[in-house]
């Protein structure tokens, strides 16, 4: 049990397609993070949350969509995505505003756009 | 900006052989945290290391150990006797105190029996 739990594990949509990305951390934390990892890239920071208030989003095109209802659940809602948006997508969480708590991350959701 | 560079994308080391990791990083602060997290093909990213600035003493745990360089601005890996279970990507990441983590590209490190 990692404490940040990711679901689903593999997902592959179409471009007309909606899904959504759930993440749920039961480690107390109060940020959560999404980042997306790509082949031969570094990771790329999406969104990250504090206290439930969107505090990053680093140019991310409209077609994602997060949602963090409280500070345990985050959500990344997809729809008409590109096939370039396949990828790895790991949920993370911290304590917010304290620099020695790491990142902890979940087991990542493996997407495929077709 | 803050970067993070890791300059070796792949290594390789022979099994109970020791191996350095390397990362620099660029920042104005003088309070800050290091980490090194690895991320084998299970694709699972894990915490293995930290540091905080402030401190001389270098963190070690267990087989993994970090030479912390503040001046030069290098936070180094090493692995001790390496085992099978350590080939992963392994990731150097660099955080202040808000709430942004800086990563590298990553190191693919491979353990040959």
């Known amino acids: 049990e990692t404490g940040v739990t990711q679901t689903p594990r593999h997902l592959v949509m179409g471009m007309t397609n909606k899904k959504s990305l759930k993440c749920e951390q039961h480690?107390?934390?109060?940020?959560m993070y999404w980042y997306k990892q790509s082949a031969k890239k570094p990771l790329e920071l999406m969104f990250v949350?504090?206290?439930?208030?969107?505090?990053e989003n680093n140019s991310v095109p409209s077609r994602f969509s997060p949602e963090c209802p409280n500070s345990s659940h985050l959500f990344l809602h997809l729809h008409t995505l590109q096939p370039e948006d396949s990828a790895l997508y790991l949920c993370?969480?911290?304590?917010?505003?304290?620099?020695?708590?790491?990142?902890?991350f979940g087991n990542g959701t493996r997407l495929t756009v077709t | 900006a803050q970067t993070v560079t890791q300059s070796q994308p792949e290594m390789s080391v022979q099994e109970a052989e020791t191996v350095t990791l390397s990362c620099t990083y660029d920042t104005s602060e003088n309070n800050y945290y290091l980490f090194w997290y690895k991320q084998p093909p299970s694709r699972q990213m894990i915490l293995v290391i930290r540091q905080e600035a402030y401190k001389q003493q270098n963190a070690t745990e267990n087989r993994f150990s970090v030479n912390f360089q503040k001046a030069a601005k290098s936070f180094s890996l090493k692995i001790s006797d390496s085992q099978l279970g350590d080939t992963a990507m392994y990731f150097c990441?660099?955080?202040?105190?808000?709430?942004?983590?800086?990563f590298g590209t990553g190191t693919s490190l491979t353990v040959i029996p």
């Open positions: 990441a660099f955080r202040e105190g808000g709430n942004q983590f800086y």
């Open positions: 480690l107390g934390h109060n940020a």
């Open positions: 993370a969480s911290s304590l917010a505003g304290q620099g020695r708590s790491p990142l902890h």
């Open positions: 949350y504090n206290f439930k208030e969107q505090t």
